[in-house]
């Protein structure tokens, strides 16, 4: 049990709350949640179900200028997504404003808090610094009556922005410089997403978040170590507001993790500025971009529960995250073939108008699932190009000139041949001949060496395209930035590869959005939600078979995610990053010079 639980435990044994336990998650819409956000969701939801309370969703939206629909409606979804049901508790701080504004005029009233004229370089300057203590503003004493007519005026809209704020009378010599006479409202002459132009005063966030908790009951108010030091600011207003027992706020550890940002102020500059295509580019930490990329809400919430509860800040290894999914995916992603970089092999013993339909299991043994699909063997294949070596070094088990390897679900083949460009010398073709007696049979001791590779059917396969997708930037921790460099110039410039040579086994042709599996010896993927409903050709289709959608996943080794999709969109270019051809090293077939540039990439 974490320190969190632990603490709630004790208020519940206690009868603190009467055996009440009411959590909240209360993000600000003005962004797309993140990993990072997934920490805080499973903690207040888990809390909450764990001892029979209830968790609330409340948009903290306090500010007119940064937040939207759009967020809200992103962020209901992320949660729903995720597994967390709020139920009937869904509430928006800016159903609170009228009680925010009574209870700033009971603060005036009792002296506890001031319109202060000063302007905002002038606050700063009268707060003093950490080693010296602060000053008292020249508008400090003004009376109750003249504070009263200045903040209804300020409701009503006389005051241009920034002329007056309302202020509390903290402590000017407090140690914790939030406490020097805090900030409670400020005049914001714009049109809030709910509220319309009803309010030109707003309530900042330390006022209005513990206000808003005391409305709704809550009991434990957990938030992150970044909000530490607003606590103070958060007791002196329920103390002078409301009588015990009223909400306590509790902090742990935010989610750091490596080679990411979490700033939603960083993330919407990688977005407005087009260096990844949107919030659910697959690159970026949001929950969006994690969907998108094939995470499940079951390896997310894995992820967040082996991590823990801490109560020191430290950075999480990508590694881990890419564990837990890996570990959830393991039992929910069938295998299939696929080959990415296609090598042909003839066979040249199998007779060529002659297709036999082989059984392949989806899973493993060590899977306790059942099921298999039909996949057709016929003269002509195609291998994966690195299974093949012309000069094997020291240990090789895969196919080599006149050495023997077995194609997954099917037969021995050895190589007798091997045809090459003349003018190149690259590698065109394998031909081989393939030893009919040994389909089901079990290798013999000189065969066991060698690998069971996948393959594909030359006039069976599906072509496709291949998104490998590497981590968003280079270095673990873009936050630490050099002198006269941004976070931006940490952007790995090999974070994208498209490849437009894959080829996939028939049976994904119909495949489902959002369907997983597992590519043998490549990787888990996803069938993704960016291409259009109808489908679309594939030009370079042997037989004439067309996919509907997008694929992407992440690779055995932990290291890259990989997408694939046949559908081009007519809105590709638009989604596509302005800064791609930064961000992607040159891919052999991608017209770079021409308006369809970047249909590929989508």
């Not at 969109?569 to 991608?590: C, D, E, F, V």
Request: glycine content about 6%; overall charge neutral.
């Amino acid at each position: 049990m974490d320190f969190i639980r632990e603490i709630v435990a004790r208020d519940t044994q206690s009868g603190r709350y009467h055996g009440r336990v009411v959590t909240r998650f209360p993000p600000e819409p003005n962004g797309y949640l993140h990993i990072g956000h997934a920490k805080s969701i499973a903690l207040n939801f888990g809390i909450a179900e764990e001892f029979g309370g209830v968790c609330h969703l409340r948009f903290d939206d306090t500010n007119p200028e940064t937040e939207d629909m759009e967020y809200v409606e992103s962020i209901m979804r992320d949660v729903r997504w995720l597994g967390y049901d709020w139920q009937d508790k869904l509430f928006f701080a800016s159903d609170y404003y009228e009680q925010f504004y009574q209870f700033a005029e009971r603060l005036i009233i009792e002296g506890k808090a001031y319109v202060d004229s000063l302007d905002e370089e002038g606050i700063r300057q009268y707060r003093g610094t950490v080693m010296e203590p602060g000053r008292p503003s020249p508008y400090r004493d003004r009376s109750v009556e003249e504070n009263l007519d200045l903040f209804r005026r300020m409701r009503a809209g006389e005051f241009p922005d920034g002329a007056h704020v309302l202020r509390a009378k903290g402590d000017l010599a407090a140690a914790n410089m939030k406490m020097r006479d805090p900030v409670l409202y400020r005049i914001r002459h714009a049109t809030h997403y709910r509220t319309g132009d009803d309010w030109c005063l707003y309530p900042l966030y330390d006022y209005a978040h513990p206000i808003s908790d005391a409305i709704e009951g809550i009991t434990h108010s957990i938030c992150t170590l970044e909000f530490e030091n607003n606590r103070a600011i958060y007791d002196w207003t329920l103390d002078n507001l409301y009588e015990e027992p009223r909400p306590h706020q509790y902090e742990f550890a935010r989610l750091s993790l490596e080679y990411t940002v979490m700033s939603k102020r960083k993330l919407l500059q990688l977005v407005e500025e087009k260096y990844v295509s949107g919030w659910d580019d697959p690159r970026m930490p949001t929950i969006a971009g994690l969907r998108r990329r094939g995470y499940t809400p079951e390896g997310i919430r894995l992820f967040c529960k082996r991590i823990g509860v801490d109560k020191t800040n430290s950075r999480v290894q990508f590694e881990a995250l890419e564990s837990a999914i890996r570990d959830d995916l393991n039992t929910r992603a069938p295998r299939v073939m696929a080959v990415l970089r296609p090598l042909k092999v003839t066979l040249t013993n199998y007779p060529a108008d002659h297709t036999e339909w082989l059984d392949a299991d989806y899973w493993p043994h060590d899977i306790d699932k059942s099921g298999s699909r039909q996949v057709p063997l016929a003269r002509e294949l195609y291998i994966e190009r690195s299974d093949f070596s012309q000069t094997p070094p020291d240990g090789w088990t895969r196919l080599a000139p006149g050495g023997e390897v077995r194609l997954r679900h099917a037969y021995f083949i050895r190589c007798d041949e091997v045809v090459t460009d003349p003018a190149s010398g690259e590698v065109v073709e394998l031909r081989c001949t393939v030893d009919l007696d040994s389909l089901g049979k079990p290798s013999t001791a000189e065969r066991k060496r060698s690998t069971a590779i996948q393959w594909v059917s030359a006039a069976h396969a599906v072509p496709v395209e291949v998104r490998l997708y590497d981590r968003l930037f280079s270095v673990a921790n873009p936050d630490e930035v050099e002198e006269g460099k941004t976070f931006k110039d940490y952007l790995n410039p090999r974070s994208i590869e498209v490849v437009d040579t894959a080829l996939v086994e028939p049976s994904l042709a119909n495949a489902e959005v959002g369907s997983r599996f597992q590519f043998v010896r490549h990787g888990y993927f996803i069938v993704d939600s960016d291409s259009t409903p109808s489908w679309s050709s594939i030009a370079s289709s042997s037989c004439g078979m067309r996919l509907p959608a997008s694929w992407l996943a992440w690779s055995r080794d932990a290291r890259c995610a990989r997408q694939w999709r046949s559908s081009r969109p007519k809105s590709a270019l638009a989604r596509s990053p302005r800064n791609a051809s930064a961000l992607a090293p040159p891919i052999r077939g991608w017209r770079r010079n021409t308006p369809r540039t970047w249909r590929r990439w989508g």
